[in-house]
């Protein structure tokens, strides 16, 4: 037989406050397991691309924010559209450069154009009669691109010596300067002037940075290979870049979350273009393909043989009625957005063009190639 001392009360009273704090622990654990968590778990691993595009489409978390959008000038009587486009001639030849052009850029109002090449500099002109105004040097190696800001004030430029440059039109002095995670190729202001992006050569993350300051917002990550283009939709929705393998990842523009992934079988996505109202993405690959998106529907609705080399670059005109590609065959050409159709090409550099921009008003085109030269293009009446 088993004999039981009796308890103290002492004890026995801090047996019990022993039980009921053990009770009160289990009860708040398992409260705490019941209770969903306050903020949603965001997976760091990035999915691999579809060889097809889905036909279904895949919901996508919406954009952040919508940023204010700095107003462009409205569209000049003079600009270059599908029914002016047979009256496009050169009207500026900016020579100088002693190396090719790889990149051009050109203000909201046609006033300044930039230039950047192999040879270490980047040239603001006057947009109006071609003189030059300013020649940038700081970059170590060959520039490949520019871009102004929406205002005109600010102009950004890249290279293969890994950094970009932030510079002041009007003193054409320099502001700030910063290394990147890769060669800059490709350059992009957001719609409301206040961040660009950069990505480049050798990279698979892309950088966003802030206009004024110049200090790194966030990195654009998701790509699995080399970056290869980047533009931002006219509506402030999306940040799209291209890389190597032909995967183009749609970013709120805000953060840099993915939100879309758009994977087209085959070719480099070389450059990237929103059309006006952001309804549509066009690629050039570097075999000779624009390949046209449906962004709302994640869907490829075209693709035509644009040139028989690469299509370095692409853009629109601002009333939405022309596409223009810029070739490796060394042609220039401008596509009805209605039809498809191309209703001009443009062949006066005799070598690759490396790239294209329109002035927001529409009155004047750029363009930079091999033969180290730039042109401006505009209606001749």
Not at 29 to 48: E, F, G, H, K, N
Not at 266 to 287: E, I, M, W
Request: aromatic letters at 8%; one cysteine or more.
């Amino acid at each position: 037989m088993h004999h039981f001392l009796p308890v103290p009360k002492q004890k026995r009273r801090w047996a019990g406050s022993l039980w009921v704090a053990l009770l009160i622990f289990f009860s708040a654990c398992q409260q705490d397991i019941a209770t969903p968590l306050t903020q949603p778990y965001v997976s760091t691993a990035v999915p691999r691309p579809t060889v097809t595009p889905s036909p279904t489409p895949t919901d996508a978390p919406p954009p952040s924010s919508t940023p204010s959008i700095t107003p462009l000038p409205t569209l000049s009587p003079d600009a270059i559209t599908a029914q002016t486009a047979g009256d496009l001639d050169p009207a500026l030849f900016l020579s100088g450069h002693q190396g090719p052009v790889y990149g051009v850029a050109v203000s909201a109002d046609g006033r300044l154009i930039a230039s950047a090449s192999t040879d270490r500099r980047v040239r603001l002109f006057d947009g109006l009669n071609g003189d030059l105004l300013s020649v940038l040097e700081h970059h170590r190696n060959w520039v490949y691109c520019v871009a102004f800001s929406p205002d005109g004030t600010r102009l950004v430029s890249g290279g293969r010596d890994r950094t970009v440059q932030l510079w002041d039109t009007s003193t054409g002095e320099r502001l700030i300067g910063s290394r990147t995670s890769g060669e800059v190729s490709q350059v992009a202001f957001s719609p409301d002037g206040s961040r660009f992006a950069t990505v480049g050569y050798y990279s698979a993350i892309g950088n966003v940075w802030d206009t004024l300051t110049g200090a790194p917002l966030f990195e654009l990550e998701g790509h699995r290979t080399r970056l290869r283009s980047v533009a931002y939709s006219p509506d402030g929705q999306w940040l799209a870049t291209g890389d190597l393998n032909s995967l183009i990842i749609l970013h709120d523009p805000q953060t840099g979350q993915i939100g879309l992934q758009l994977y087209q079988e085959g070719g480099q996505a070389l450059s990237l273009a929103f059309s006006p109202d952001s309804a549509y993405l066009v690629v050039g690959t570097d075999r000779g393909e624009i390949r046209l998106w449906d962004v709302e529907r994640q869907q490829i609705v075209a693709v035509w043989t644009a040139h028989s080399g690469e299509v370095w670059s692409l853009t629109y005109s601002p009333d939405g009625s022309l596409l223009i590609s810029a070739g490796g065959d060394g042609a220039i050409r401008l596509w009805n957005t209605n039809t498809y159709e191309r209703i001009r090409s443009l062949t006066a550099h005799g070598a690759s063009v490396r790239s294209v921009a329109i002035s927001a008003d529409g009155t004047t085109l750029v363009s930079g190639g091999d033969d180290n030269r730039v042109i401006v293009w505009r209606i001749d009446h």
